[in-house]
């Protein structure tokens, strides 16, 4: 069945870069476009962009530009998230989240990764 | 805050009928379809209703979503305790680009 496993909780010091990872099991990885949600402690949902599983492209939301970078490995069904220079405020747990198409609903999510940054 | 606006809280007792609005613009609710997603306690969002109306493989016929003009509705019929939960809508925004969520309903099932 569509599975999405993402990778352990992080704990990282503030300036650190931390990757977190999705990978994608029961279906075809190519076929689907990943976006990627923040939720921030006790704070709703924020879309912060997609990543084309098919070219590869990346596309930020406002907000989510400069230090955040998405990346895939099709090989193995694996999107990644890359956060560098963390900052406290980046504390959150992070989502993947699939779509037939970037306008699509997501039908399945990750089940979150928590990213805690601390001194 | 948030593109779309939810009401902070809701609640009933069991068997109830619930409904949890949600607020947008001509350039996400009013043009888009809307998505709920349901977050229960410590766990990922979960698909509720998709295109304003339309319920996935395994959701309950008691729930039920709606939209007219720029807003949209979840009702929840026969309220269960295992909804209390905290729902979300979601639309795509033509003016901004991106997906825009409102800011989240916890459902308390008194």
């Known amino acids: 069945q569509v599975q999405l496993v993402q990778s352990a909780s992080e704990l990282k010091k503030p300036g650190a870069s931390v990757k977190v990872s999705c990978k994608a099991y029961?279906?075809?990885?190519?076929?689907?476009?990943m976006s990627w949600v923040r939720q921030a402690p006790g704070q709703g949902l924020e879309w912060m962009g997609w990543?084309?599983?098919?070219?590869?492209?990346?596309t930020y939301a406002q907000g989510f530009t400069g230090r955040f970078v998405f990346s895939l490995d099709t090989s193995v069904g694996t999107a990644y998230l890359q956060i560098s220079s963390l900052k406290r405020e980046d504390s959150a747990i992070f989502y993947c989240?699939?779509?037939?198409?970037?306008?699509?609903?997501?039908?399945?999510w990750g089940q979150g990764s928590q990213v805690t940054v601390s001194s | 805050q948030s593109v779309l606006t939810q009401p902070p809280s809701a609640s009933g007792t069991p068997g109830q009928t619930v409904t949890i609005s949600c607020s947008g613009s001509?350039?996400?609710?009013?043009?888009?379809?809307v998505n709920w997603y349901q977050q229960l306690p410590g766990a990922a969002p979960k698909l509720l209703i998709h295109?304003?109306?339309q319920r996935p493989s395994g959701v309950p016929d008691r729930i039920s979503g709606s939209k007219s003009g720029t807003s949209a509705s979840l009702a929840i019929t026969g309220l269960q305790s295992e909804d209390e939960a905290d729902y979300y809508c979601?639309?795509?925004?033509?003016?901004?680009?991106?997906?825009?969520f409102g800011g989240g309903t916890k459902l308390t099932v008194l």
């Open positions: 989240a699939r779509g037939i198409w970037v306008g699509g609903p997501f039908d399945y």
């Open positions: 029961g279906y075809t990885f190519t076929t689907y476009a």
């Open positions: 990543i084309n599983t098919n070219t590869g492209n990346p």
């Open positions: 001509g350039s996400s609710v009013g043009t888009k379809n």
């Open positions: 295109s304003n109306n």
């Open positions: 979601a639309a795509w925004d033509d003016s901004l680009n991106n997906w825009v």
